[in-house]
C-alpha cells in the first residue's frame, strides 16, 4: 500500500491566466487504498488574498482518473497574512492501480481570475475481485417456492359457491314461474269444488272464522258462492276465473246485478286468500252479508 504524499505548491506560473499553487496551498492526506467504485474525500488548502473567491474547477484534467462528485465543505479562515480557505471534495475512480489527484480551482478576485493546480495526492484502487478470482458469472441459486401462495381451497371453494349461487337462483325462478301460472290459471278460490265443500253449515263456519281467520273464512266464501251459482243456473262457475264471470254469468241467465255483487265478492275472497289483503272488520261483516244474499238469490 502506498501512502498518499503531502506537498506544498510551487508558486511557479505556467501560462497567463493559469499558474501553479501558490505559498500556502496544500493537498491534505487523503486514504491510502480504495475499492474501484469507492467514492473518498480529498481535502486541501487555498492561500488567498482577503476578498478572492475560490471556485472548484472540477473540469480540469488534473484530476486523472478520479470524477468529481460534489463539494463536500469549503470554509473560510481570515487573519493577517491573508485568506485560507479549506475545502474538501467528494471523487470516485473507476480505474485499478495507481492514480495520482491533483486539485484544480479558480481563484477570482478584483484582478481577474487565476487557475491554480495543487500538488499531487497519490493513492491506489484496488478491484473488487481477487487475483485469482474466475472472470465467469456464477450460476444462479435454485428456485425455491415462498409462503403464501394460494391457497388449494381457493378454486374448489370459487367453484361451490357459484354452483350453490346457481341453485339458489334456479329455485328462486321456479318459485316465481310457479305463481305466475298459478296467477294466469286461476280458477277461483282453492277448493272451489262443491265437493270440497264442507255441507254442514258452511255460512255459520265462515262467520265464526271472520274475525281470526279471514282467509279460511274468505275461502269458505268463494266456495259457497261458486257452488250456489253453479247449482242454480247450470254454469261451470267453479271453474271459471274470476275475470270470465262477468262474460259468462250474464249471458247464462244470470241477472246483472247477481253479477255484479258475484265478481266484487269473489275478488274480494281472491285479494285475501293469494294476494295478503285484510278487510277492515266492517267490511268482512258486509262481505258475509252480500254472500248470504246471493246465496238466497240463488236459491
Do not use: N
Not at 497574512?81 to 495520482?100: N, Y
Not at 258452511?202 to 253453479?230: K, S
Not at 276465473?241 to 265478481?263: K, M, Q
Amino acid at each position: 500500500m502506498r501512502t498518499l504524499l503531502i506537498a506544498l505548491a510551487v508558486g511557479l506560473a505556467l501560462l497567463p491566466g493559469l499558474a501553479g499553487a501558490d505559498d500556502g496551498d496544500v493537498s491534505l492526506k487523503g486514504p491510502a487504498e480504495l475499492l474501484v467504485g469507492e467514492p473518498f474525500t480529498v481535502r486541501f488548502e487555498v492561500l488567498t488574498s482577503g476578498d478572492a473567491t475560490v471556485v472548484v474547477d472540477v473540469s480540469a484534467d488534473s484530476w486523472g482518473a478520479a470524477e468529481v462528485i460534489s463539494v463536500v465543505s469549503h470554509d473560510v479562515d481570515t487573519d493577517g497574512v491573508g485568506t485560507m480557505h479549506r475545502l474538501e471534495v467528494l471523487l470516485v475512480s473507476f480505474e485499478f492501480g495507481e492514480i495520482v489527484v491533483s486539485p484544480s480551482v479558480v481563484v477570482l478576485d478584483s484582478g481577474g481570475e487565476v487557475r491554480r493546480s495543487l500538488s499531487s495526492v497519490s493513492l491506489t484502487i484496488a478491484p473488487t475481485l481477487s487475483a485469482a478470482a474466475p472472470l465467469t458469472l456464477s450460476p444462479l441459486p435454485a428456485v425455491e417456492g415462498i409462503g403464501g401462495g394460494q391457497s388449494p381451497f381457493l378454486v374448489p371453494g370459487i367453484v361451490a359457491g357459484a354452483v350453490v349461487a346457481a341453485a339458489g337462483l334456479l329455485l328462486l325462478l321456479f318459485v316465481l314461474l310457479r305463481r305466475a301460472l298459478r296467477g294466469w290459471s286461476l280458477p277461483g278460490p282453492e277448493g272451489a269444488t262443491p265437493e270440497d265443500v264442507e255441507t254442514e253449515e258452511p255460512f255459520e263456519r265462515a262467520e265464526g272464522l271472520i274475525d281470526d281467520d279471514p282467509v279460511g273464512a274468505y275461502r269458505i266464501i268463494g266456495q259457497m258462492v261458486r257452488r250456489a251459482l253453479t247449482d242454480a243456473y247450470q254454469l261451470p262457475v267453479a271453474s271459471m276465473t274470476t275475470e270470465e264471470l262477468s262474460s259468462r254469468l250474464e249471458p247464462g241467465g244470470v241477472d246483472s246485478w247477481v253479477v255484479r255483487l258475484a265478481t266484487d265478492l269473489l275478488s274480494q275472497c281472491d285479494a285475501v286468500v293469494y294476494a295478503g289483503y285484510r278487510p277492515a272488520p266492517k267490511r268482512r261483516r258486509g262481505d258475509l252479508v252480500v254472500a248470504e244474499e246471493i246465496l238466497r238469490v240463488a236459491d
